[in-house]
């Protein structure tokens, strides 16, 4: 009953370097979501898509891309890591609309040196 | 964009007291979920709600929306180690087609 998973679960990179975070859902879901949290400002949403094939910017999109090239999978990728994308990234689905439950993989932990 | 205010941001009680979070917005609501988030995890749903001045109970938690659906609150009794986390609201704009905003989280501690 994996849910929602993403990899890799940690990861420490160098400013200027490249990285994809994957993230895979089973629950055959339509909407998938990716967010960062950092501490005292909550989960802000950086992309979204409402199915496959799309993808829509979220409140904290610059800096990254997204694709979700399989329904299953929502990948997010940082072109150029900066210092300031340090944070704890949560892949999250839900069933087909924005105002059903979402349910959240178990983060990723990255550090920007 | 619709803001969440969460008060308070840290609790830290003994065991057996009882607790309120609040969840505070300008802004009206169609439905409004609240999650709590353990450390090393992704938030895991707790509730939803859609009516206004609709009460949920799951257990020892009390959850309210406002008449208004501009508010909510969760009410924990007799707090218990294991209700330790990180609790979150998170509201969806009217007529459902805008995305989830997330409050900035209550952090509760409940030691022994």
């Known amino acids: 009953n994996a849910g929602v998973t993403q990899t890799p679960k940690f990861r420490v990179l160098k400013t200027g370097q490249s990285m994809t975070l994957l993230c895979a859902q089973d629950m055959n879901h339509e909407y998938m979501y990716w967010y960062r949290q950092d501490p005292g400002m909550g989960l802000r949403l950086i992309h979204y898509?409402?199915?496959?094939?799309?993808?829509a910017k979220g409140e904290v999109p610059d800096g990254y891309n997204v694709s979700r090239l399989k329904k299953q999978n929502f990948l997010l990728g940082l072109e150029s890591a900066a210092p300031s994308q340090t944070s704890v990234y949560f892949c999250?689905?839900?069933?087909?609309?924005?105002?059903?439950?979402?349910?959240f993989g178990d983060g990723t932990r990255l550090s920007i040196l | 964009t619709q803001l969440l205010e969460q008060s308070p941001q840290f609790l830290s009680i003994q065991e057996g007291e009882n607790l309120t979070v609040y969840c505070n917005s300008s802004?009206?609501?169609?439905?409004l979920q609240w999650y709590r988030q353990e450390p090393g995890e992704g938030p895991v749903l707790l509730v939803t709600v859609v009516t206004g001045g609709e009460v949920k109970k799951l257990k020892r938690l009390t959850f309210q929306f406002g008449d208004a659906r501009k508010d909510s609150s969760l009410h924990i009794t007799a707090a218990q180690p294991g209700d330790t986390g990180l609790y979150l609201c998170a509201g969806v704009g009217l007529g459902g087609y805008s995305t989830l905003t997330f409050g900035k989280g209550t952090m509760l501690l409940v030691s022994p």
């Open positions: 898509s409402v199915g496959e094939g799309t993808t």
């Open positions: 802004s009206v609501f169609s439905s």
């Open positions: 999250a689905s839900s069933l087909d609309r924005f105002n059903q439950p979402q349910h």
